[in-house]
């Protein structure tokens, strides 16, 4: 008799009993030097016991409980116990009989649940539970939870950036795309590597070694550009009109004409109490970038300005500003209206006061790039051709208040901004103290020749030095060899020391020594466990820190790793976690995605600011969440919100000021709270057009609670909300789940998704669904200028009952019913930060280990922090 488990690629475990005792024969393919090496092991030492309480017990139990819908003619549910394997238990075997056990486990099988007593489904799942643990666990234990992995492109990138000391290399782009599994771009099962990938990795590495050679023998000069207003705003009107944009002087605004403007331009006489006052946010047709400044080189440059916030009051006068006007920068070509390239934010958010004062930031440009002002929360003037007649810009009517916008007087460029250190750290990580000259032969793409009396003897020295630092530990002498020799042959062949040992590098940053990350076995576990652990919070390599503390096999250590844990939880690192981690668990990465539908929502119309605060608010709360260890009933209901001007009027809330957010209490029975309301989460949950209880429900009851549905049927159409206003989409639901089958699936998450439906496609609240045919007219004008219509159709019924028969009215009272699932949120949370640390899903073998951890958090209401603290200190991270 044997059985055969088949773990994750690219390991592979045979386990084979002959006389109640065990052969296992482990084969692995590495990438090593560009070849493939097989090893096999083979050891004993486990006896076959599980077998005898597997056949026993969960024969029994199936033959009496589950053979009459599951074998024979009469097949349900896809399940054919006559195909189950009771000998060659294999990764799919496995993972069969793992669902048996959950579905048994749940009281979803035998569907009467009433059938058999308690007794005996305690112990069938006994049985079965023991057994499948022993299984998963001795291939655990000879080749770990999972194979090992590739960075994915983001790591990688981030990888070289702190290898080479190049904070602002660019070359995700150039990889291709990561595959997602689990619901992360960490899983091992989808980042394989093919002759594809492995060729873009080498070009990208290549963009990145000569970045960090020296781009000359001395430091770049910067150069500084200066301009007063009448060179700030490249127009003497905008296509808006002087509504959206005037110079002014004393206040007043003043009518310079384009041949005005562009005499004072061309002589050069600038009026530096002139100010130019712009109200409107950055979109086509718009450009305001400074007249005469383009990037002569790629780099950081430190751009400093005066400026204050403003109103627009009749007759073009100004007036100071009555809130922090919030703005940035955005870096793009000098194309006018014609966008080309890549348009993106620069230099952070910055709070422009009522009182003039100067502001400075910092802003990255590639060759050939400029800045332009770029104004948020503004109104957007946008082409109006419904008319029928030419094409004209409307602008929106004057609040009570007066247009809100920003008054610039001076604006100064200065860079490209240099290191004082010269070669710069990122040369020196390469070649060391060897000494630099120029050279003019451009066609290497170098711009200096590193000098060396004995290449080989330093090539040797350099390869070493900067293998042990990019491999995240010692290279052993003889993988060293390897690259030895590759660099010596280009020194033979005539090749520059520089470019040569270029060759070697690029090399070993495209093998698997840079390029994976293993499972923490062997003698080396302490600095695989540094590494698992940076990529894990930092997203990264290890610190040196770690690797000290791993040099000196401490990082098994639990009171080391704890403070290990802390320590970068804190460190700003910690927000490339924060971002990627939310990018993927909460479809954050989507945010940008499926613009809202303006014929319904004309008030978020072009609203960026509303978007990007929307995304803020969501990171910053999981932040929260992580660093000041709340217990994880706050991941759905919490007392207080993360707001900044923006999105609390958005909520409805007492207004706030400045684009920072910050806590704010909530007054009682207010709806929001947690991250089931949040807008990010309504937004990321809806298409732009509508929002649907289904889609919401089941995204909620998979990423929150850990409980997603089964995939609908293939052949049963998605319900499309009636835009005409005629039916509610509760109306529809009631329509579809008249059949039982529709009717059982969708009871597990359509409630849910019902609490949400106060929420419209970005997450204001709403009491009635907006229609475009039926119900009470709605009049305005938008954020573009433009007219508007649309109508308030049927009233939303929010109420709802769970699965298990518990009722709640709204949101609210959702939120109190979730309250009671703590555990089942904390193990949900849990199991996302397993899959995403080690890049392996939960084994059936990790389930104890996740029980303990909960029972460990449970007297503290599971603080997320503490869940990831115990993790890491547990053999599911560390390694048994």
């Known amino acids: 008799m044997s059985r055969r488990v088949v773990g994750h690629l690219p ?184 002759r594809v990938q492995l060729s873009a990795y ?99 440059y430190r751009v400093r300005f005066f400026a204050r916030a403003v109103r627009q009051v009749r007759d073009f006068r100004l007036l100071p500003g009555l809130a922090p006007l919030a703005m940035t920068f955005r870096a793009r070509q000098p194309s006018k209206a014609d966008v080309s390239g890549d348009v993106r934010a620069v230099g952070g958010l910055i709070d422009i006061q009522s009182e003039g004062q100067f502001y400075e930031t910092t802003v990255l440009l590639a060759k050939g790039e400029t800045i332009e002002i770029s104004l948020l929360g503004l109104p957007v003037p946008f082409p109006n051709t419904s008319h029928g007649g030419p094409l004209y810009y409307d602008f929106p009517p ?133 590494s698992r652990l940076s990529h894990f919070l930092w997203n990264s390599r290890p610190d040196d820190q770690l690797l000290e503390l791993a040099s000196a096999g401490k990082l098994r250590d639990h009171k080391i790793l704890r403070e290990q844990t802390q320590r970068m939880i804190t460190d700003a690192r910690m927000a490339s976690f924060i971002e990627n981690f939310t990018d993927y668990w909460l479809d954050l990465k989507h945010i940008q995605r499926d613009l809202p539908d303006i014929r319904l929502y004309p008030q978020y119309r072009f609203d960026d600011y509303l978007i990007e605060s929307m995304e803020r608010e969501t990171r910053t709360f999981f932040r929260e969440l992580v660093q000041r260890n709340f217990p994880i009933v706050v991941l759905v209901d919490a007392d207080f919100v993360l707001v900044n001007d923006r999105l609390s009027q ?93 009717a059982a699936c969708h009871s597990r998450f359509d409630p849910v998704g019902f609490a949400t439906e106060n929420f419209d496609v970005l997450g204001g609240w709403r009491d009635r669904y907006r229609s475009l045919d039926k119900g009470d007219e709605i009049t305005g004008i938008d954020r573009a200028g433009h007219a508007y219509t649309y109508r308030v159709a049927g009233a939303i019924d929010s109420s709802g009952k769970l699965r298990d028969g518990r009722p709640f009215a709204d949101i609210n009272e959702l939120k109190k019913l979730l309250r009671t699932e703590t555990r089942q949120l904390a193990r949900n949370l849990l199991q996302r930060f397993i899959v995403y640390a080690t890049g392996t899903p939960v084994r059936f073998s990790d389930r104890r280990q996740v029980e303990l951890i909960l029972d460990r958090c449970a007297a503290d209401h599971y603080p997320v922090g503490d869940l990831i603290q115990e993790l890491i200190v547990s053999p599911i991270f560390g390694g048994w």
């Open 398 to 530: 004057m609040p009570d208040n007066g247009h809100p916008g920003v008054a610039f007087r001076s604006l100064e460029i200065i860079g490209p901004v240099e290191t004082t250190v010269w070669p710069p750290a990122s040369h020196r990580v390469l070649f060391g103290d060897l000494p630099i000259k120029g050279i003019s032969d451009a066609d290497s793409g170098l711009k200096v020749q590193v000098l060396s009396a004995n290449p080989f003897d330093d090539a040797r020295r350099l390869m070493k030095s900067f293998a042990d630092r990019a491999a995240r530990q010692p290279t052993s002498p003889a993988v060293l060899a390897v690259y030895h020799r590759l660099i010596e042959q280009q020194l033979n062949a005539g090749a520059t020391f520089a470019e040569a040992m270029l060759v070697g590098y690029r090399a070993f940053l495209c093998s698997s020594h840079f390029l994976f990350l293993r499972e923490p076995l062997g003698e080396d576990a302490h600095y695989v466990v540094a």
């Open 202 to 300: 080498l070009d990208a590495v290549d963009v990145a070694l000569r970045q960090a050679v020296a781009s000359g023998t001395a430091p770049r000069v910067s150069r500084r550009f200066h301009a007063w207003a009448t060179n700030i705003f490249p127009k003497a009107i905008d296509h808006a009109g002087r509504e959206s944009t005037f110079f002014a002087k004393n206040s007043r605004m003043v009518p310079l004409s384009t041949a005005e403007l562009n005499r004072i331009r061309k002589e050069d006489h600038h009026d530096p109490e002139m100010e130019v006052a712009i109200f409107r946010s950055a979109s086509w047709p718009y450009y305001g970038y400074p007249e005469g400044f383009v990037a002569e080189e790629s780099g950081r």
């Open 650 to 742: 958005h909520y409805e809330l007492p207004r706030v000021l400045g684009s920072d957010i910050r806590k704010v209490e909530l007054p009682p029975g207010s709806p929001y709270g947690g991250l089931l309301t949040q807008a990010a989460i309504m937004k990321v949950t809806a298409n732009g057009t509508s929002t649907s209880p289904v889609v919401r429900g089941a995204w909620i009851m998979d990423r929150i609670l850990g409980d997603p549905p089964p995939p609908p049927p293939d052949k049963v159409p998605a319900i499309e909300p009636d835009l005409r206003g005629a039916t509610t989409i509760r109306q529809q639901l009631a329509q579809h789940t008249r059949d039982t089958q529709c």
């Open 11 to 194: 390991t592979r475990l045979d386990i084979v009993f002959r006389n109640g005792r065990c052969v296992l024969t482990l084969s692995w393919r590495n990438w090593k030097h560009g070849c493939l090496w097989i090893g096999v092991l083979l050891c004993v030492d486990r006896g076959a016991r599980a077998e005898f309480r597997f056949e026993s017990e969960v024969r029994e139990f199936l033959n009496q409980n589950c053979a009459d819908c599951h074998s024979g003619e009469k097949i349900e549910g896809g399940l054919d116990l006559a195909e189950v394997s009771w000998e060659n238990l294999n990764s799919p075997e496995l993972a069969r009989w793992v669902k048996i056990f959950d579905r048994v486990d749940k009281q979803e099988m035998p569907p009467d649940a009433q059938a058999i007593s308690a007794d005996h489904r305690r112990r069938f799942l006994k049985s079965l539970e023991s057994s499948l643990h022993d299984t998963d666990m001795a291939d655990v234990k000879l080749h770990g939870r999972g194979p090992m992995r590739r960075l994915n492109r983001r790591e990688y990138e981030q990888n070289l950036r702190e290898l080479l000391f190049l904070p602002d290399l660019d070359i995700r782009d150039m990889l291709p795309e990561d595959r997602v599994g689990h619901h992360f771009n960490k899983s091992a099962e989808t980042l394989d590597i093919t």
